[in-house]
């Protein structure tokens, strides 16, 4: 029997069943089928025949088969009695024998067990329907698979299926068409997370939203395909989970829809073109203003053609000066765009434009021959560039810039040339406007100078504005006004306008120097100057050092004297037209009148304010000589002199001779010296005990021979001397971390409290001035004195604070200036470092020989000790054979070299007495200056440990604090 007959009979008997009945119902049915059943059988036996008894065990095995065993359990054991029963009477009838009651009970059993096994069959047959049905799934399941897969390689979409972290598991081939790959295995060594997306953030993206949503649909993104090409597809993918949530695979789809997208590209492109043009039509009439119409050029541009940066080139002859620009990491203001002039024929890329009239584009300008890097130009990696043209003729360039390489290309160049047609029609009309107006410019600006000559508070303000507004006058390059010093015969530097403006004034011109002022006041008379390169005129033009080629130089006189000269410049060769001219001598005239009348007004001023500024100097200096003298000690003289000057906004630094004059010690420096002194890269120092020797001091010897104060002009060339570092860092350098300008004038004042000189004082600033000098010479004579009284109550002290045997400090006067150096330590934020030594076995030196030989030990060491030392290092002596060093400046590696240098040497030193050679060894600790420290008694201490810690490690050593 076939496994669908068997399902079939299996359905049909199953039918019969009645399993919803209930037990109670179930009996009834069983007691009442056997009564029936059983008076049926017997009656049709008696009268049948073995026929009839054949036919009544029929419908007793079919009702086992029917119904439940467990449901009908009445019926069924009335079944199996009936079946019994007519089993013995069909083996009466054939026999003639009766059977015993153990035959009965053995055929009932037998009877019995084939109903179980009749049951059991039913159960056999349902476990073989469930195993053929699971086989069935099975085949349906692997027969679905390979349907699957077949689909997945032949389907014409690009199926794929990759785990969560970019793995690919499946791919149809029209993927690994679509992607540029040989093979599907070829693919699958390749990660699409880490490879293939070209932005990486469209795949975190992608993957949050599958995390959130579980789907994704129609999410455009770019891809890699195998040889570097990029590819536009359209994604649908779903997350595959597992029953606890995560993510097992994704399944999706990718759509190649690059066509569509440059489509789209190129329509919005076109569109923006003709919108930008459009724009740039309504700008045409829409305005004349010139520097409104170059706005309107720069912002429509970034619609035709985007970029990073931009500028508009306008080209004067044969110079291109940039106008406007957008995007540059620096900003293009006036100042900036005057300096930002080339010549086109030193540009290639200009050059090459101007020549062909034909737009240009650089894919990669770190690639190209044509492409020159200027300053803050190396982020550029791409370039285009049109001209503008008009009546044939270039009049400017409109310059594209990208930090992307391969951004530009030649359809780009195209719609710039396009877009700088319209430009150039826009621009020339607006020349056009403005040359109408150039007239009333001019006269509102010469109205503009005689009003600054009235109003103008002083001659520098005066002569700045005046300047600029005569290189507005006729559009110049540069416009410089000079100052005539008659009793030198020099040249000053007045104002400037252009690119030497801010620089102008520092430029300096010596005495009876050749320059084009001088010839134009000698001329008396207007002078033009085409080519200075030709004529050779340049290298005597000092008064104008810039790019200019041509020069009207108009002298400057009023009431017959000689003031200077107006400068007017142009970079190119130029020639000057008889109306620039007559504008340039018109404008001299009025700025030659409000010079004369400026001078004589200072002059007045001056001579007024010398006056009261004698007085007022001559009574702030001596309030600062009263509270010098009042202080107590030298140091505190010196730290309130300096703050006292330094309100009154000077600098000043105290020079004294040592005690044996062998040289000179900075007492006091100024902040601003400070300030370049503490940084990371200059040397570090305590101000008190810096050193200089009087061969590297200027003019020491002219202070000692004839004790006279020195006035100085340059004070910062004067500090070059005594400071080498401050040299290095160049004028510019000091102005601007320093506060003091580079040309600031100061005294040197000996200071001579008796017939000796004791030292110097340095005094400058910004306000002195060469008159103040009896002023100051008075305020010296008084410093001088406070400072030597100070410094002879100083050497009292000091017999107070010095030990007698070894002349070092003793205790107190140990302690007394240990105080001292960790205020200024943590004043100015420098380390110190200190050492406490201890003496080896000194003992055994006194008890071998005696107290006097111990002493001389004692005078050798502490001699070794401070021959060895820095002059700026404290050494004192705190017990018998105990000494500390305090080493200002120093931090803990230097410390360390310090214990480590002398280790050797005193362990070298020989002491030579009366009873022989005696060598000594010293056991050392070093400890530096921390925060949790609060005075030089914590620092010892900590030193003191580290001493402890050396003996204990066998003497004649050193142990550093951790």
Not at 199 to 228: F, M, S, T, W
Not at 345 to 355: G, S
Not at 446 to 462: F, H, S
Request: aromatic share 8%; charged share 25%.
């Amino acid at each position: 029997m076939t496994v669908e007959q068997t399902d079939k009979l299996i359905t049909f008997l199953g039918g019969l069943r009645l399993p919803s009945l209930s037990n109670r119902k179930k009996i009834l049915i069983g007691v009442l089928f056997t009564t029936i059943y059983g008076l049926t059988v017997w009656m049709l036996i008696s009268y049948m025949g073995k026929f009839v008894i054949t036919l009544s065990v029929i419908p007793a095995v079919v009702f086992l088969f029917v119904f439940d065993f467990r449901g009908y359990l009445i019926a069924n054991l009335s079944s199996l009695i009936i079946l019994f029963l007519a089993s013995y009477s069909y083996y009466e009838q054939l026999t003639g024998e009766v059977l015993g009651i153990t035959e009965i009970f053995y055929i009932l059993f037998l009877v019995l067990i084939t109903a179980v096994i009749s049951k059991q069959k039913e159960y056999i047959q349902e476990l073989y329907k469930q195993l053929s049905k699971q086989k069935s799934e099975r085949n349906k399941l692997l027969d679905s698979r390979d349907g699957y897969r077949n689909l997945i390689y032949r389907i014409p979409v690009g199926l794929y299926r990759t785990t969560p972290d970019g793995r690919i598991l499946e791919a149809s081939s029209a993927l690994v068409d679509m992607l540029g790959f040989p093979d599907f295995t070829a693919l699958t060594n390749v990660n699409i997370g880490n490879e293939l997306f070209v932005d990486p953030q469209d795949r975190v993206n992608e993957h949050k939203a599958l995390l959130q949503d579980g789907i994704v649909r129609d999410y455009e993104l770019k891809l890699y395909k195998r040889n570097g090409e990029m590819i536009w597809v359209r994604d649908n993918v779903r997350a595959i989970m597992d029953e606890n949530g995560e993510i097992i695979c994704y399944e999706g789809s990718l759509e190649d829809i690059t066509e569509r997208k440059l489509m789209e590209e190129a329509e919005r492109e076109q569109r923006l073109l003709a919108e930008a043009l459009r724009d740039t039509a309504a700008a045409l009439s829409g305005t004349l203003e010139f520097d409104e119409v170059l706005d309107r050029i720069l912002t429509n541009m970034e619609h035709v053609v985007p970029h990073d940066a931009a500028n508009i080139m306008l080209i004067e002859k044969g110079i291109a000066r940039i106008e406007r620009s957008k995007g540059y990491l620096y900003d293009w203001k006036e100042e900036v765009r005057q300096a930002s002039r080339f010549l086109v024929e030193d540009i290639p890329t200009l050059n090459k434009m101007y020549e062909s009239g034909k737009p240009l584009f650089i894919p990669d300008t770190h690639q190209s021959e044509l492409w020159i890097n200027l300053p803050h130009s190396e982020w550029m990696r791409s370039y285009a560039g049109a001209p503008i043209r008009l009546k044939g003729e270039t009049i400017g360039f409109l310059n594209l810039n990208s930090a992307k390489p391969g951004f530009f290309t030649k359809k780009k160049a195209g719609w710039l040339q396009a877009f700088a047609d319209q430009a150039g029609v826009a621009i020339e009309n607006a020349r056009m406007f403005g040359e109408i107006q150039q007239n009333a410019h001019h006269t509102k600006l010469l109205n503009e100078i005689t009003q600054t000559t009235i109003i103008a508070p002083d001659l520098e303000g005066m002569i700045q504005v005046l300047a600029e507004r005569l290189g507005q006058l006729i559009s110049s390059d540069g416009a410089y006004i000079t100052l005539w010093d008659g009793l030198a015969n020099r040249v000053i530097p007045g104002a400037a306008y252009g690119p030497q403006r801010d620089a102008y004034q520092d430029i300096n011109i010596e005495d009876y120097e050749k320059t084009i002022t001088s010839k134009v006041l000698s001329a008396g008379k207007s002078m033009i100057f085409e080519d200075l390169d030709a004529t050779g005129q340049q290298k005597e033009n000092p008064s104008a050092r810039c790019l200019a080629k041509s020069i009207l130089g108009v002298p400057l006189s009023a009431d017959g004297n000689k003031l200077g000269a107006v400068l007017i410049a142009f970079d190119g060769a130029h020639k000057f037209t008889e109306s620039e001219i007559s504008l340039s001598e018109q404008a001299a005239r009025i700025v030659a009148l409000a010079i004369y009348k400026a001078k004589l007004y200072e002059s007045e001023k001056e001579r007024t304010e010398e006056l009261a500024r004698a007085n007022a100097i001559i009574s702030s200096l001596g309030n600062i000589g009263t509270q010098v003298e009042a202080a107590k000690d030298l140091d505190t003289m010196v730290e309130i002199l300096g703050d006292l000057l330094s309100h009154l906004g000077f600098h000043s630094l105290v020079f004294l001779k040592s005690q044996d004059e062998e040289y000179l010690v900075i007492h006091q420096n100024s902040e601003c010296i400070r300030r370049l002194y503490s940084g990371e890269d200059f040397i570090k120092f305590s101000e008190m005990e810096y050193q200089l020797q009087p061969a590297g001091f200027s003019y020491y010897k002219e202070l000692i021979s004839h004790k006279q104060i020195v006035f100085l002009e340059n004070v910062i060339e004067f500090l070059g001397t005594v400071f080498p570092d401050l040299t290095d860092l160049g004028e510019e350098k000091f102005d601007l971390e320093v506060d003091s300008p580079s040309d600031a004038k100061g005294f040197l004042l000996p200071l001579i409290p008796g017939t000796k000189v004791v030292g110097f004082l340095l005094i400058w600033g910004e306000e002195i001035n060469y008159h103040d000098l009896p002023a100051y010479s008075l305020f010296a004579s008084q410093i001088g004195v406070a400072f030597e009284n100070a410094r002879l109550i100083e050497k009292i002290q000091h017999l107070a604070i010095t030990d007698d045997l070894t002349g070092l400090y003793n205790r107190r006067g140990l302690y007394e200036v240990g105080r001292l150096e960790i205020e200024r330590t943590r004043r100015y934020n420098i380390p110190l470092a200190a050492i406490v030594m201890d003496i080896d076995h000194f003992k055994c030196v006194n008890d071998q020989h005696n107290h006097a030989i111990g002493d001389q030990v004692l005078r050798s060491f502490a001699r070794c000790v401070r021959e060895h030392t820095r002059e700026v290092d404290v050494v004192g002596r705190i017990g018998g054979e105990e000494f500390v060093i305090l080493l200002p400046g120093s931090n803990r590696n230097s410390a360390e070299r310090t214990a480590s240098r002398l280790q050797n040497l005193i362990a070298n030193n020989i002491t030579k007495t009366s009873v022989g050679e005696i060598k000594i060894t010293v056991s050392q600790g070093v400890a530096i200056l921390d925060d949790t420290m609060e005075d030089l008694n914590d620092l010892v201490q900590a030193a003191d440990r580290a001493l402890y810690r050396a003996k204990e490690s066998g003497r004649n050593t050193f142990v550093s604090t951790t």
